[in-house]
């Protein structure tokens, strides 16, 4: 076991509030990951990462798989995204005997549904590895970084439109936000390089521990896709997308849209998180439009039984409070 390089918001969050509800919290000394919490009531409750014990054990399992959830949601009738299919890593394909499933399937079925393709692990969180690729050598790049990790990897056809995670607690929503891609916005002067060490130097700064990776391929293949490289320099003004996904964990940014959405999305991802039989979860979706707006075109992403809310809390004062907020009536929740 090693420890993580990144300190986790939720135990020392949860130790600064917990007193405002007569409760207390033990956490590890030496990892810091794993803590006990002791409602006034003598009730004991357990958390390890950002999972608490809201959800049973078996539906926060099948959230934690894509391909598992996927098959799920789309039986309920929930708007999946379309032609996704898994694929096995070499050893992983002989173990369960899964002959024609390894990467050169995988990318048969790419091609089948069309480059661009969205490659990820079937089991991953926070936007790791997850690439869209367009060519061939790329995709196998992808597949193949996706193998040191994950043993299960996804395919699947792009959707595009603005990305959204909806959280969920107990039948009501407490938090929404638009998750928008790492960029850098030029000033006539700097490098892409050079204005990611500011960025990078601006996260520090918010207490923010995001570690951007100059080095990432899939920074590099947006850049070239844009015309740009590491070394050009941006005309004033001007913004340039640096990633496909939009994860707050790989340098993204939040915008809190709570107050404005549309009840469709609120009630669907009420729904969801019942359907699937979760208390709490974060609902991604792709809206082919705005969230204050219904769209005819949207679909889940993914669910997430623990929808940690660390690089949001990170990204601001006032997104701080926002999430101190939310885990106090987390923490209400637990006690019953």
């Known amino acids: 076991m090693k420890k993580k390089s990144e300190s986790l918001v939720l135990g020392e969050m949860l130790q600064k ?25 003598g009730r004991r409750t357990y958390f390890r990462y950002n999972t608490l014990d809201l959800n049973p054990v078996g539906a926060s399992d099948v959230a934690k798989d894509k391909d598992y959830a996927n098959f799920f949601m789309a039986k309920l009738g929930y708007p999946v995204v379309p032609g996704s299919k898994t694929f096995f890593r070499d050893d992983w ?23 661009p393709v969205i490659v990820k692990p079937n089991s991953g969180s926070q936007g790791t590895d997850v690439a869209l690729v367009h060519t061939k050598r790329a ?14 990897v996804l395919v699947q056809k792009p959707v595009f439109g603005k990305d959204y995670r909806i959280v969920v607690l107990d039948g009501d929503v407490i938090s929404a936000y638009e998750r928008i891609p790492l960029s850098v916005t030029g000033d006539g002067m700097r490098t892409v390089r050079e204005l990611l060490i500011k960025k990078q130097r ?44 939009a994860n707050l964990s790989s340098g993204g940014e939040a915008v809190d849209v709570t107050s404005v959405v549309h009840p469709t999305y609120r009630a669907l991802a009420v729904s969801l998180t019942r359907d699937m039989g979760l208390r709490l979860c974060g609902v991604d979706l792709m809206i082919y439009g705005d969230i204050t707006e219904e769209s005819k075109q949207y679909w889940v992403l993914e669910i997430n039984a623990a929808p940690g809310l660390d690089h949001y809390a990170r990204s601001g ?14 923490l209400k929740s637990l006690d019953v």
């Open 317 to 330: 004062v006032d997104q701080q409070k926002i999430v101190e907020q939310l885990y106090t009536k987390v």
């Open 202 to 245: 601006s996260f520090l700064r918010m207490g923010r521990d995001t570690q951007i990776m100059h080095d990432d391929p899939r920074i590099k293949e947006k850049l070239a896709r844009g015309g740009y490289t590491l070394e050009s320099v941006v005309t004033k003004s001007k913004k340039v997308f640096l990633l496909d996904n």
């Open 139 to 152: 995709f196998y790049r992808a597949v193949r970084a996706v193998f040191k990790n994950d043993r299960i």
């Open 17 to 41: 509030i917990a007193p405002k509800i007569g409760a207390k919290v033990l956490l590890e000394p030496e990892w810091g990951i794993v803590g006990q919490i002791t409602f006034k009531s």
């Open 93 to 115: 394909c002989k173990a369960i005997h899964a002959r024609g499933r390894g990467i050169d399937e995988a990318y048969a079925h790419a091609l089948k549904l069309g480059l």
